[in-house]
């Protein structure tokens, strides 16, 4: 059976021109800096809980998967047309649970470097997931802006200047994991163990249809009656076979019945020539 491949997610909205921060406010020209600068391979983002970032793998702070790509799409909003930025992520089963089994409603957040690199343009530096959106929220974020050398967030940034974006509730949906090789039915597979038959169209590995006797039996009958006219035709080639070696017997037998009469001393009389000047020696005594 073939490996399964790993989820990832459809494309989700994780921000919006003019959302709320720690004081200040995203600017369309950052959103699209964004989805032209992310590249994983330069600096790939990490999903975290609430922006906490963990080194334990059994932290509960621990990432939760990576920002595969992003991009920039227009959204309507109220009315007004906004410019979006939307993520596709590739969780662990800790995000999937959260998301499709504890049916949790999920809050995302995105960390932003205003100069990423000395580049003079904004990359995503991380995305926060969270159940609880006030601990992200916009009376966080203004705290935050107001008592900055008290803030709860500062520890959480990678870089002073980085901002967060308030938590907003979004919809993650996962996209569907590679089926796994067809195998063949208990039917095909009885056949295919016979070597008869051909072979059967392939039955998902997910299904387990029950046995059906009437369609085995028809099956092994046709399976038979192939199996018969293949006898058959071996038999007409062996007859044609045996006929040819008859035949040839039956030549052999002949050179050598021929073989046997012949007198082993047996030798060829020589030629007497004729004329007036034959030696006496060479009459011929009649």
């Not at 609430?50 to 059994?58: C, G, Q």
């Not at 203004?142 to 500062?154: D, I």
């Not at 001393?265 to 006496?280: N, S």
Request: hydrophobic content about 40%.
């Amino acid at each position: 059976m073939a490996s399964k491949s790993k989820k990832r997610s459809e494309f989700f909205r994780v921000a919006v021109e003019g959302a709320t921060t720690d004081g200040r406010v995203i600017e369309r020209q950052q959103i699209t800096e964004i989805a032209e600068t992310y590249d994983p391979q330069v600096y790939g983002a990490r999903i975290w809980l609430e922006h906490f970032r963990s080194t334990l793998p059994d932290s509960p702070f621990r990432a939760y998967g990576d920002v595969l790509a992003v991009k920039a799409e227009e959204v309507e909003i109220a009315g007004k047309k906004k410019l979006a930025l939307f993520a596709q992520v590739e969780p662990t089963d800790d995000l999937v649970d959260m998301v499709n089994v504890r049916k949790q409603k999920v809050f995302t957040s995105i960390e932003i470097s205003p100069e990423f690199a000395d580049s003079g343009k904004a990359y995503l530096f991380g995305l926060a997931v969270t159940d609880s959106p006030a601990s992200l929220g916009t009376s966080m974020l203004a705290f935050s802006a107001q008592h900055p050398e008290n803030s709860p967030l500062k520890d959480r940034k990678q870089a002073p200047e980085n901002l967060f974006t308030e938590a907003t509730e979004t919809v993650i949906k996962f996209t569907a994991e590679d089926e796994p090789e067809a195998r063949p039915g208990p039917v095909a597979a009885l056949l295919s163990t016979l070597g008869l038959g051909k072979k059967a169209a392939p039955v998902p590995a997910k299904e387990d249809p029950e046995f059906n006797v009437a369609e085995f039996a028809a099956q092994l009958l046709g399976a038979v009656g192939e199996q018969d006219a293949v006898m058959a035709k071996l038999g007409q080639d062996n007859r044609a076979l045996r006929e040819q070696v008859q035949a040839l017997s039956t030549q052999v037998a002949g050179l050598r019945k021929r073989l046997d009469e012949t007198p082993q001393a047996f030798t060829q009389r020589p030629v007497v020539p004729g004329g007036k000047d034959v030696d006496a020696a060479n009459i011929t005594d009649c």
